[in-house]
C-alpha cells in the first residue's frame, strides 16, 4: 500500500487560488503517474490532472486555470488552482500509478488513492 498523503483544501472566494499537495511516498519510475481527481456531491468522479514524466494532461475545465507539478525530491505533487470557481468546490484526491497510465483520466488506471481534501469555493 502506498500512502498518499494530501493537504491544502480550504475555504476559498470565487477567484482566489489553492494549492494542493500531496506526498506520495513510494512512488518510483520514470513511467510512473501521479495526479489528481475531485468528486462533487451526486457527481461522478472525474479526473483534473496527471502528469508521468514530463508529460501532463488537464480536463477541459483545469486548462489553463491549474497546474500540476512533482518535486522528486520532495516526494510530493501539487496542483496548483487559480481562478477558482463555485462549480471547483469538491473533494480533491491524489492518485498514483507505478505502472504507466497513458496519462488517461479515468479513475481505473489509478491503484493507490489518498484519502481527499476539501475544496469550497463561494461565491
Known amino acids: 500500500q502506498v500512502p498518499l498523503l494530501a493537504s491544502g483544501g480550504d475555504p476559498m472566494q470565487a477567484g482566489g487560488s489553492l494549492k494542493l499537495s500531496c506526498v506520495a511516498s513510494?512512488?518510483?519510475?520514470?513511467?510512473?503517474?501521479l495526479g489528481w481527481f475531485r468528486q462533487a456531491p451526486g457527481k461522478e468522479r472525474e479526473g483534473v490532472a496527471i502528469?508521468?514524466?514530463?508529460?501532463?494532461t488537464y480536463a477541459d475545465f483545469a486548462r489553463g486555470r491549474f497546474t500540476i507539478s512533482r518535486d522528486n525530491g520532495k516526494n510530493t505533487v501539487s496542483l496548483q488552482m487559480n481562478s477558482l470557481k463555485s462549480e471547483d468546490t469538491a473533494m480533491y484526491y491524489c492518485?498514483?500509478?507505478?505502472?504507466?497510465?497513458?496519462?488517461?483520466?479515468?479513475?481505473?488506471?489509478?491503484?493507490?488513492w489518498g484519502q481527499g481534501t476539501q475544496v469550497t469555493v463561494s461565491s
Open positions: 502528469m508521468s514524466g514530463g508529460s501532463t
Open positions: 492518485v498514483a500509478s507505478n505502472e504507466w497510465c497513458l496519462l488517461s483520466l479515468f479513475p481505473t488506471r489509478y491503484n493507490f
Open positions: 513510494g512512488i518510483t519510475g520514470n513511467r510512473s503517474c
